[in-house]
């Protein structure tokens, strides 16, 4: 209980760069984001890559391989390639990087979704990229694609094959159903590490009452047999954190899921974040897990055994 996970999502394919001048692009940025929420107390960094000349979200496994490097040799974090990359990539681009790095961790969405990133279009006024007000708009006829073969693809080639462990981001409650039921088949073993994922228009929404139901079917299908993250979207970010740590589980902030500190306010950092959620659940009597230790708790199988 007094152990908690601090899990910092560093740029994600969500936000453009036209909405902070401080979310992480060139591998450079991922890099020293990286090490400074690792210092701030994050025991997992959670990745996904971008093209440095434009920002865009990238699947390509050059651009991962500029930072998962130095990010290893410079932190000793637990390092989580994410396997839904953006929700304009095919499984394979997706999968390309993970692969390669045979990670300790990995994320996992557990279901098909809406991914309706497009209100976003309307805050922005000017526009660093050209790519990046159709991406958002477009996104109004949008599905990420993550079907039960793909899913047992991932858990088979990752998680069987290069002993793997994951994030299962679950954005609804039939999520946790499609885990129980890739349990019930023998591809997932407890205890899972279960992420619920608030405030994705297209997901469950950011409300301390589907905190609470998400967690009670969690209790209900899983038991003992499991622990569990939040993150939740935006302005959510700190309140249903501090939720989640009150309750006994762990948490998940970063540049990915929200680009501010305080209403208003755009964060100046990963680590900000990081820093800002440590003060919070230390308040709440719980002291932040160190990498090692977040090893333990996972079963994670060591940055020894990986690729990178």
């Known amino acids: 209980m007094s152990k908690i996970l601090i899990t910092c999502a560093l740029t994600g394919s969500i936000h453009t760069p036209s909405m902070s001048p401080y979310l992480p692009v060139t591998a ?7 090490v400074a929420a690792a210092e701030a107390g994050a025991a997992i960094l959670h990745l996904h890559a971008r093209d440095p000349e434009t920002g865009r ?11 998962l490097p130095r990010l290893k040799q410079a932190t000793g974090a637990v390092l989580n390639l994410t396997t839904g990359g ?15 790095a045979a990670p300790e961790m990995c994320s996992l969405n557990m279901g098909s979704m809406n991914f309706a990133l497009y209100p976003m279009a309307e805050r922005i006024s000017e526009w660093k990229h050209d790519w990046e007000q159709p991406f958002l708009e477009n996104s109004d006829d949008l599905i990420f694609k993550n079907t039960p073969r793909d899913i047992a693809y991932v858990l088979t080639e ?14 609804d409650v ?9 349990m019930d088949r023998g591809l997932v073993a407890g205890p899972v590490f279960l992420q619920f994922v608030f405030g994705v228009l297209g997901g469950i929404g950011a409300d301390p009452e589907n905190l609470m139901h998400m967690k009670r079917i969690a209790d209900k299908l899983f038991g ?3 622990r569990f993250s939040v993150l939740a979207a935006g302005r ?8 989640a740590a009150a309750m006994g589980g ?15 306010k755009l964060a100046r950092s990963n680590a900000e974040q990081v820093e800002k959620v440590r003060r919070i659940v230390e308040e709440l009597g719980r002291e932040p897990a160190t990498p090692d230790e977040a090893r333990a708790l996972l079963g994670l199988k060591g940055a020894d055994r990986t690729a990178i």
């Open 28 to 34: 450079e940025e991922i890099a020293e984001q990286g």
């Open 57 to 67: 979200p990238s699947a390509d496994p050059a651009h991962y391989a500029a930072f």
């Open 86 to 100: 953006s929700a304009v990539m095919t499984l394979d681009e997706r999968l390309a990087a993970p692969l390669a």
């Open 158 to 171: 990752l998680g069987v094959k290069r002993g793997a462990k994951f994030e299962f981001e679950c954005y």
């Open 174 to 182: 039939g999520h946790l159903y499609m885990l129980r039921h890739f």
């Open 224 to 226: 003992d047999d499991y």
């Open 236 to 243: 959510h970010q700190m309140p249903l954190a501090s939720m």
């Open 250 to 264: 762990h948490v998940r902030v970063g540049l990915e899921d929200s680009l501010t500190i305080s209403r208003g």
